[in-house]
Structure formats: C-alpha cells, structure tokens
C-alpha cells in the first residue's frame, strides 16, 4: 500500500493535469453534488467498512457521512453562489488622487492541494472531507494522503469521488490517493502542490508546516494541530447548576471515547462547596461511562502513558482514574490540580498540553485572579468555553468581561454550552491561534474555501480579453462590488 516516489509523482501530475475540468463553476457544482449522491449511495458498505477499520460503531459513523455529504452540497451551493470569487471592479478616475486605472479582481485557484487526512473523522475530515470538498469548490483538484487507521475506507471513498467526477466528463485524477509515511513527505515537497490542508498532531502537523516553508517555492499550509479547549466556571454559575454543568462536561469530555478535537480539556472550576458539587457530579456521570476503544493501539498506549504521567505530579489527584480498560478499551477519567500549581512554568505545564483521548484536567481556583492566571499561560485554541449564570449571561457582574479575556485564546468561544459538534454552516470557524493551527482561515464552513484561492487584478484589460466574471455586463450575474457599490 505505500506509495513510491514515483507513484507521488503521477498521482500530482495527473491532479494538475485536471486542473481545466474545474474550470467551469457548473460543472464544479454538479460534480459535488454526484459525490454527495455517491456516497449516499454507498453508504451501507462505507459504514461498515469505516467501522471495521475504527470500532466507532454504525451509528456515529453513519451521521459523518451524513455530515459529509451536506458539506459537499453546501460547498456546490457555494460554487452557484459564486461571492467566493470576491468580484471587484473599478471603472477609471482621473480626479482621484493619485489617479485610478480601470481595475478588476477576482480570485482564481492556486493549484493542487494536498490534503492530510485525519484519523478520528474517517469521513469528514478524510478523502471526501472538509478540505477536500473546499479545494474543489475552489477549482483545485487534490491529492489525499490517506491516514494508516483506515486504509480501505479511503480507497472505497476515493473512487466514489472519481466516479462522480467521470460523470461530468472530469478526469478520475482530480482526486489523488497516496499511502505512506514517505509519501506525506514526498507530497509536500512536489513542486506541483500549490498548498495544503492537515489535521492530526502538532508533531506532525509541525514537520510538515516547516517543510512547507523550506521548499525552494514555499507554500500555504493550513493546518490544525492540536488543542485544550480550555472551559472556565464562573462562581456563580458553580452556585446556580453545579450537576447540570457537571454532566454536561462529562458527557462533552467523554463523546467519542474523548477524541474530537475540540474536547474540554482543561476546566477551571471555583473551589468550595459550590465546586465541589460540580466535580462529585462529573464524578458520578463520568463513572458510569463504559471503557471505550481508541482509533489505534499506538495512540492508546500514548493515552496510558499520558495520564500516568500527569498523575505523578504532586497535588494532581485522580477523583475517577482514566487508563486501560479492556485489553484495547480505555476507560474514562479525571484530573484535578489546585491553581496555583500552573502560575508558572515548569512541570505542570505538561497539563497545558491536550492529552488525547476520555480524560479532562479540574483546575480549582481560590479567586478570579488565579483564573486568570492560569488563562495568561494558555496556547492557542480552537475553542473556549465560559460557563455563567443566568444573571451574569444577562449582562451583570463580570459575563462581557470574561467573553473578551476568552477571546483572545480561541477562534470559537461559547457560552454555556459544550464545544463538541462542530455545526457546519456559513458563519462556522474551526480554528484558533497556533498550535491550535497554522493559518488563520477555518476549516469548517462556507469560508474554508478561502484558503484555496489567491486574488488577481487586471488594469487596463480590454474587454474582449478579460474573463467573464470580470466584464461590466456581469453574464454570470455574480454577487460584486461595482464602483464601490455593492451589488447582489
């Protein structure tokens, strides 16, 4: 199954070599859409085959490709839209100072993408996920390196997604499948990738961003790497549902045996009576979870060791245990660790660090001062949570003040919820300051097709050699700003 040098080398050519099949938007649209027909179609046999493959059973595999599907019709409903291509045109002024030629932009592809799969999603982060449904959309054929965990689902799903493509007369190369460590490697490096989209560890994640600069023609790499999400409990929230919020968090810690990206990872909880009511409820939600199977023994046995080597630390106690349940299930567990603990730097950093897998640290604070201390020394985050009362969501007491310290830290902050589902939808971010990710785009939403476009304008152009999206006519009846006005 891995992939040669050369079998790389064919597999960018032929995705560069289909380049001109995109351009026409209609064409994009309805090729989405026969994907998203395409595995609805298939479904059956996808599930099974992903559930074989990553234990995550039918029921949570069968609402991915669900997921799946939409995003691939939302992105084609994108395409006919047409507001993606950012039209802009100005007609010359000589009274301007300085004066203003006649100049039209638009945004065009930049070329083959490679998209890095990721293990927990097998479907909507994979060979037919968000980056490559986005890459599409934007008129850029991909390459996909496939992830190890789920080798003959994206084979399945790759040539779903080609026969889609032979129905509109586009070659089945749009969409390229590569497998191997080597050749995730000898991906990033080809000079006919234009750019790439990653979600998996900040390990990896790193090697292949700084690859992706060291190249002689360096390239945009949007990547998601890791994050904390960190959750903080107001007093008076604590005081108002300390067992609401209690199961609440258990059941977003422990969702997918506590492998989502966006799993609270790291929740600052008041000390007292109020608090300690808020973690005897989690301890009892999170000690009737059942043990659950990881995507792979390799980040199983990472998780082992994870939590051991958090639970070493002095003054880190272990209300409910998480480690190794069966012989490949883990089970579900907690931390806690007084605040003051993580004022500075040193070995408590290690719990600033997600730690993948059913398992959440319970940071208790004294005062608001040792909350915000321990938010100072956050990295980067795809989400953060605050949890507030009713009369602090009302706008008293501190509720706008601790929105604004939260912002900063992630590039989605909720309240009084929970950050696990990530909704995919036009207003959607999914990402956050690095490490959280590389680039400041999102990978979830309308907007995640952004990242594979670059803007171009022409001055002067004549009109019979400018492109249709440009002309002052607008035959394609595109959403655009015409001589400052805009027009829909």
């Not at 007084?338 to 719990?351: E, H, I, K, S, V």
């Not at 604070?365 to 100072?376: F, G, M, N, Q, R």
Request: aromatic share 4%; with cysteine.
């Amino acid at each position: 199954m891995e992939a040669t040098a050369q079998e790389v080398d064919a597999a960018v050519r032929a995705a560069h070599s289909a380049r001109g099949a995109l351009a026409d938007r209609a064409v994009r649209s309805a090729f989405l859409r026969s994907a998203a027909a395409g595995l609805d179609a298939a479904r059956d046999g996808l599930v099974e085959t992903a559930d074989a493959e990553t234990a995550l059973g039918p029921v949570r595999l069968t609402g991915e490709l669900a997921r799946t599907g939409y995003q691939l019709r939302a992105f084609a409903d994108i395409v006919d839209e047409g507001a993606f291509l950012d039209v802009v045109i100005n007609h010359p002024d000589a009274t301007a100072t300085p004066p203003i030629p006649d100049l039209r932009r638009y945004k065009i592809p930049l070329g083959v993408v490679a998209v890095y799969s990721a293990s927990n999603f097998p479907f909507a982060f994979s060979v037919a996920g968000g980056d490559t449904a986005s890459a599409l959309a934007a008129g850029c054929p991909v390459v996909v390196k496939a992830h190890p965990d789920h080798p003959a689902l994206s084979e399945l799903v790759a040539k779903v997604l080609r026969r889609a493509a032979a129905e509109h007369g586009i070659p089945e190369g749009v969409v390229g499948l590569v497998h191997g460590f080597e050749a995730g490697v000898e991906l990033i490096r080809h000079p006919l990738v234009a750019a790439a989209g990653f979600t998996g560890s900040v390990r990896g994640g790193r090697a292949l961003f700084d690859a992706a600069a060291a190249r002689p023609v360096p390239i945009p790499f949007h990547g998601e790497l890791g994050s904390l999400n960190p959750v903080l409990v107001t007093q008076a929230a604590a005081a108002e549902r300390a067992e609401e919020i209690g199961i609440g968090l258990a059941g977003s810690m422990t969702l997918g045996a506590g492998q989502f990206c966006v799993k609270p990872g790291l929740v600052l909880v008041p000390s007292g009576a109020a608090g300690d009511g808020l973690v005897k409820a989690l301890t009892d939600a999170v000690s009737n979870t059942e043990a659950g199977v990881l995507l792979d023994h390799r980040m199983r046995d990472n998780f082992i060791a994870g939590v051991a080597e958090r639970a070493r630390l002095t003054d880190v106690d272990s209300p409910v245990t998480p480690g190794a349940g069966g012989e490949h299930t883990v089970s579900a567990g907690f931390l806690t660790v007084p605040a003051n603990r993580l004022a500075t730097q040193g070995a408590y950093d290690l719990l600033l660090e997600e730690c993948f897998g059913p398992v959440t640290v319970v940071v208790r604070y004294e005062d608001e001062a040792e909350a915000t201390a321990v938010l100072s020394r956050l990295p980067g985050n795809l989400t953060a949570t605050v949890q507030l009362s009713a009369e602090e969501a009302a706008g008293q007491g501190r509720g706008a003040e601790l929105l604004a310290e939260l912002t900063p830290l992630a590039g989605r902050v909720l309240v009084n919820g929970w950050p696990t589902g990530v909704a995919v939808a036009p207003a959607q971010h999914h990402g956050g300051p690095y490490p959280a990710t590389t680039s400041t785009s999102t990978s979830v939403g309308g907007t995640a097709i952004e990242r594979w476009l670059r803007p171009v304008v022409y001055q002067n152009a004549p009109r019979a050699l400018l492109p249709a999206e440009l002309k002052d006519d607008n035959p394609l009846g595109l959403p655009r700003r015409f001589n400052g006005v805009l027009e829909r």
